[in-house]
């Protein structure tokens, strides 16, 4: 018996010098009135008011402040803390399923009809064959030019300079979408025809090559002075400097930041979407007007989804294995 | 008098009248050396006093902004003079090491061995793997630099210049950055070489290394010469007052 109550008398003084609403006492009042605020005035299934739904926003913040209080007390159990945080992710996922208006009833029959899909297989291949010559062209040719560029703007000559700092500037601002209609739709006006893939090469290597030179300086720059000094005391040239020397450290600082640039390359093959290039996303809109089905646009996410996870993954292991290398 | 014994009679290093401006700030205002073949020379001075500067004139890894270097009698500051065949001739050690990190210790000291002397790489890495044999590293020929001590790390620097067979070898402070019980495997090593006839330029305040090993000292303060003489005559009877003043500071 006096060991129940020893175990709650424990239980409010440990609280004690804690603000009342850290409180278990006023936690489960909120708790309590936070409920009975859902069970009273929540609105039915299906798409909400306007009023209705600032209501349910207005009280899945007051749960988030409830949750909030309980998740930043370091005192409160570990486990209390885990049911809160898991409460409020699901309690999002429920909202949206009972008042976002979705059909549910639909997702299957039209997010997952594999009954229509014949021929959009071999469409979706085509597509995923484009999207990958498109990526590793652009690829190569940004790398080439964006290595030289980078190498060009630390000799630290104005005129080049001036050049090459304009592409930078002037790429990095320019939404990929806006360059390659530019090329595609309005170069043909002064007589510069490329075809689609081409167009959408042209736009991806100017972008991206204007972010590698700026990667590649950086890497550059970032080896230590001495490194350079040491080179040139042995007598080799610049060339041989560069070459075997400060290259080959710049490029594993430089790794991380141009596998990101290069995943975000094959991201952005889709928007050669606009100019008609016949890429992924092209075939799976083919797909869905052809087979009056949505399936072949949600697939195709996937595809996307199969082939760069793995890539971004990659690219992490790669970091970790480079990490290892430096044992200083 | 026949050729050779003429070029013996000249100056391994020599230098004229070294100016450097670095901006608006006269660093070296006209410095003037001489060092013998198979002579050890010392710079001194209070950090700012221009002595690693100068040392860096002497194989134009700093450009001189006035005044002539000479190696062996020819001008090697003259525009002229391909500096990569001058400076392949002329060792540098310097007070970070300066170890290529993604090279192993033994392609460290083959690299020049192979890109500037055109040596094959087959001898080009038996050259360097006696180097490393020289200065005591010959177990560590496949590790990484970072792998090493500070005073490995040094003495494979100090392997590296010497397989490329200097003329002679500059040393910029090459034991300020070691910690303390590593300092003396490094000067044992210089030491080694001077006695051996290596012509050395080093910038050093390891006045016991200095005494036993440097022939010449010479003082520099603001960027000029203040002193200089034999070692032992700087070091115990010291003319100038800035000498006496630095000698009483760093002892």
């Not at chain 2, 013998?36 to 020379?41: D, I, K, Y």
């Not at chain 2, 392609?107 to 793997?129: D, K």
């Not at chain 2, 080694?192 to 050093?204: D, I, Q, Y």
Request: proline letters at 5%; hydrophobic letters at 50%.
């Amino acid at each position: 018996m006096t060991d129940i109550r020893t175990t709650i008398d424990d239980w409010r003084n440990r609280g004690a010098h804690q603000p009342w609403f850290r409180r278990y006492e006023w936690l489960a009042i909120g708790l309590v009135g936070w409920i009975a605020a859902a069970v009273l005035f929540l609105p039915p299934f299906g798409k909400p008011t306007p009023l209705g739904a600032a209501g349910v926003i207005l009280w899945y913040l007051t749960g988030f402040v409830l949750a909030g209080v309980m998740l930043t007390d370091r005192e409160k159990p570990i486990l209390l803390k885990r049911a809160t945080s898991l409460s409020v992710i699901v309690l999002f996922f429920w909202l949206f399923y009972r008042y976002s208006g979705t059909r549910w009833d639909r997702v299957q029959e039209q997010f997952f009809n594999f009954s229509r899909m014949d021929g959009v297989w071999e469409l979706y291949a085509q597509g995923l064959l484009v999207t990958l010559q498109l990526s590793i062209v652009a690829a190569v040719l940004s790398i080439i030019f964006g290595l030289t560029f980078g190498i060009l703007r630390t000799l630290g000559n104005p005129v080049i300079d001036l050049f090459l700092g304009l592409h930078v500037d002037i790429f990095r601002a320019l939404p990929l979408i806006v360059s390659m209609v530019l090329i595609f739709y309005a170069l043909p006006f002064l007589g510069i025809r490329l075809p689609a893939f081409w167009a959408a090469v042209l736009a991806l290597v100017l972008m991206n090559s204007a972010y590698q030179t700026e990667i590649f300086r950086a890497g550059i720059e970032s080896i230590p002075r001495g490194q350079i000094d040491a080179a040139r005391a042995l007598g080799l040239g610049p060339g041989a400097t560069m070459r075997f020397v400060i290259l080959p450290q710049a490029f594993k600082i430089v790794i991380p930041p141009l596998t990101n640039n290069l995943v975000s390359l094959v991201k952005d093959t889709a928007v050669a979407y606009v100019i008609t290039v016949p890429e992924l996303l092209t075939t799976a809109q083919q797909a869905v007007t052809w087979k009056r089905t949505p399936t072949p646009l949600v697939l195709s996410m996937f595809v996307y989804l199969a082939t760069l996870i793995p890539l971004i993954h990659l690219t992490r292991r790669l970091e970790r294995r480079l990490d290892a290398w430096n044992v200083r | 008098m026949s050729a050779v014994s003429d070029t013996k009679a000249e100056p391994m290093i020599e230098a004229r009248g070294i100016h450097k401006y670095f901006g608006g700030s006269h660093v070296l205002r006209g410095i003037d050396a001489t060092i013998a073949r198979g002579e050890v020379a010392a710079l001194m001075g209070s950090s700012g006093s221009g002595k690693s500067t100068f040392l860096r004139c002497l194989n134009r890894i700093e450009e001189p902004s006035q005044g002539d270097v000479l190696i062996e009698g020819t001008v090697i500051t003259d525009l002229r003079t391909d500096v990569n065949r001058v400076r392949a001739d002329i060792g540098m050690v310097f007070q970070e090491y300066n170890l290529f990190p993604h090279m192993t210790v033994l392609e460290n000291v083959a690299l020049g061995l192979i890109y500037v002397r055109r040596r094959p790489r087959s001898e080009a890495q038996e050259t360097a793997a006696d180097a490393l044999k020289r200065v005591g590293l010959a177990d560590h020929v496949t590790k990484h630099p970072q792998q090493l001590s500070g005073g490995q790390q040094q003495r494979v620097a100090i392997a590296r210049s010497l397989a490329m067979r200097p003329k002679a070898i500059l040393f910029d402070e090459p034991t300020s950055a070691l910690d303390p019980e590593m300092v003396n495997e490094v000067l044992e090593v210089m030491r080694t070489l001077a006695e051996e006839g290596m012509t050395m330029v080093v910038v050093s305040h390891e006045i016991g290394f200095l005494r036993k090993a440097a022939d010449q000292l010479i003082m520099l303060d603001a960027g000029q010469v203040v002193e200089r003489g034999p070692t032992a005559r700087v070091l115990d009877e010291p003319e100038h007052e800035r000498t006496r003043e630095f000698l009483r500071a760093i002892r």
